[in-house]
């Protein structure tokens, strides 16, 4: 490029840095998306099973004594537990899960409306979590509030850098 010239859509893309943040988001997503999926699909595999005997083979498996008190209430309230109950709980998962994976996909291809609806999602859990916090500290509900917040605040303060597509004209446009 000759001195004085001014640089085009792709030369300042490529001088402008990867965002790392964003990246992080995405496998964040993939990955939660990802458990969220498979423990939907755990949750339906139990519909109709005992899950009380269920609990007790999984923590004898794990090691655990599932005498212990916790586990004995815990298999009580398995109990009660209908599968019509079982289904509601995986079909939620399940929704949570592809709406996780759509926020990747929407990353990926930096739509705009993805980050939007992931600072939405990120926002709303915000005040649960702290309630839940308040009630009683556990580190890892504490992680997960401040990955939140992070998120929050940096795709809000990045979303004109890197949530739209460069280079690309509107259809019509």
Do not use: C, Q
């Not at 085009?8 to 402008?16: D, L, Q």
């Not at 580190?139 to 979303?159: D, E, K, Q, S």
């Amino acid at each position: 490029m000759r001195r004085g010239a001014r640089a085009g859509p792709a030369e300042v893309a490529a001088n402008r840095p990867r965002p790392a943040g964003l990246y992080a988001i995405i496998a964040f997503k993939l990955v939660k998306g990802g458990l969220l999926l498979a423990l939907a699909l755990g949750v339906y595999s139990l519909i109709g099973d005992d899950l009380a005997a269920a609990l007790e083979s999984v923590l004898r498996a794990l090691r655990i004594d599932p005498e212990r008190e916790f586990f004995e209430a815990l298999g009580t309230r398995l109990a009660h537990v209908t599968p019509s109950t079982i289904g509601w709980i995986a079909t939620g998962t399940l929704l949570y899960a592809v709406l996780s994976l759509v926020e990747a996909v929407g990353l990926m291809f930096r739509w705009s409306w993805a980050g939007w609806v992931v600072i939405g999602e990120s926002a709303f859990f915000v005040p649960i979590e702290i309630h839940h916090l308040m009630r009683g500290f556990a580190p890892l509900l504490f992680a997960i509030l401040v990955v939140n917040v992070l998120i929050v605040i940096y795709l809000y303060r990045n979303r004109h850098r890197v949530l739209h597509r460069h280079g690309r004209r509107a259809p019509g446009g």
